[in-house]
């Protein structure tokens, strides 16, 4: 059985890519994913997916030209009866892939949301918003990775009447779990043996990251603590962050670690987890945190579905101040490291469990 997933592109750091990549990793081998994506990017998952039997093909991105006769219906009449379905990673698409998809003769259309905004670009909202609106009505089952997204995306009646099935943004625990010896090793390897370290992990080109103020938060702990260091992990250095690093005055405590293979072992270095996000859908990189054992510092404004070990979770406000945001974190640094996968297995973010779901609403 193959399965088309339709996403923006195969970056690593494209957190759907990057759901779709540890679904893919626990499927059963009779259930292979291919990929049709739209833009190119470096430190891709290309051949990752190709040596687990998949293929991705490159289309022209969809617009309103896609309603007529385009790329999509050249791809589709070549290669759609492969598919038992199409999964669809952007809601609003459904509009214009439904259609094609059926005609072309793939049984089954998805669509799975994974955010709690229509667009990363205001000046695209609009258009999105209209072209989600016929999504319910054209998709045979609708997916979401949290409960806020799937009420965004579809409507509370919808969520309520049981029509989303949530399929959270699963992760291999084990491959996080805490263990001294390897934070020993992760902290000797960076060179931070008697330090307190502070981590982020996301792309600091998204404003919804809210990288200003994760770096005047930081500035507030250095203030407080001399020996602190903040690795941003995933985030490509760019000269507006720069600049107000400089500002600052904390240029020699921060490190761009950028794109890392290593994020399990540098989780295991930090000493608590800060993500001030404004928006998000349920973020992986928390879920992942909480899998290593951390404290973590989330905003408000990320769901309450990612607070799988309450004890070691803290939401706060973004209209609380950095100086009081700066406390809650050494308050949470202070925490002695324990094993916490099972609390996020338990959770339901366990990829074991949650792979086989989904391979089950495959096959029926």
Request: glycine share 6%.
């Amino acid at each position: 059985m193959r399965i088309l997933h339709v996403t923006v592109s195969l970056w690593r750091c494209n957190g759907v890519m990057s759901v779709i990549m540890n679904y893919l990793r626990g499927m059963p081998e009779d259930i292979r994913f291919d990929i049709l994506y739209f833009d190119e990017r470096e430190n891709n998952y290309k051949e990752e997916l190709q040596a687990m039997g998949g293929q991705a093909y490159r289309i022209a991105r969809p617009g309103l030209h896609s309603f007529g006769r385009d790329g999509i219906d050249e791809f589709l009449e070549a290669h759609g009866k492969d598919y038992a379905a199409i999964h669809l990673h952007l809601p609003y698409l459904a509009s214009i892939f439904a259609p094609k998809a059926r005609r072309a003769g793939i049984p089954k259309v998805y669509v799975h949301c994974h955010s709690t905004v229509f667009a990363l670009e205001a000046r695209n909202t609009l258009r999105n918003w209209v072209f989600n609106l016929p999504t319910k009505r054209l998709s045979d089952q609708l997916f979401a990775c949290g409960r806020d997204a799937g009420i965004f995306w579809y409507g509370r009646r919808a969520f309520e009447q049981g029509r989303v099935t949530v399929l959270p943004n699963a992760i291999g625990c084990d491959g996080y779990r805490f263990s001294p010896e390897r934070r020993e090793a992760a902290r000797i390897k960076l060179g931070v043996e008697n330090q307190l370290i502070v981590g982020h992990v996301g792309q600091a080109n998204c404003p919804q990251k809210n990288h200003p103020f994760l770096l005047r938060v930081f500035a507030e702990i250095v203030r407080k603590r001399t020996d602190a260091v903040l690795l941003l992990i995933g985030a490509a250095q760019n000269e507006r962050l720069t600049a107000l690093i400089e500002e600052l005055g904390i240029a020699p405590y921060v490190r761009w670690l950028g794109l890392r293979s290593d994020v399990a072992d540098l989780l295991q270095a930090m000493d608590v987890f800060v993500f001030p996000s404004t928006q998000e859908g349920v973020p992986v990189s928390v879920v992942e945190a909480q899998a290593a054992g951390l404290p973590v510092l989330i905003s408000d404004t990320v769901t309450d579905e990612v607070c799988c070990v309450p004890e070691r979770t803290c939401r706060m406000s973004l209209r609380e101040s950095a100086d009081r945001w700066a406390d809650k974190a050494l308050e949470l640094a202070g925490f002695i490291r324990e094993d916490t996968a099972d609390w996020v297995m338990q959770s339901g973010f366990d990829l074991s469990q949650s792979a086989a779901k989904l391979a089950q609403l495959y096959r029926r």
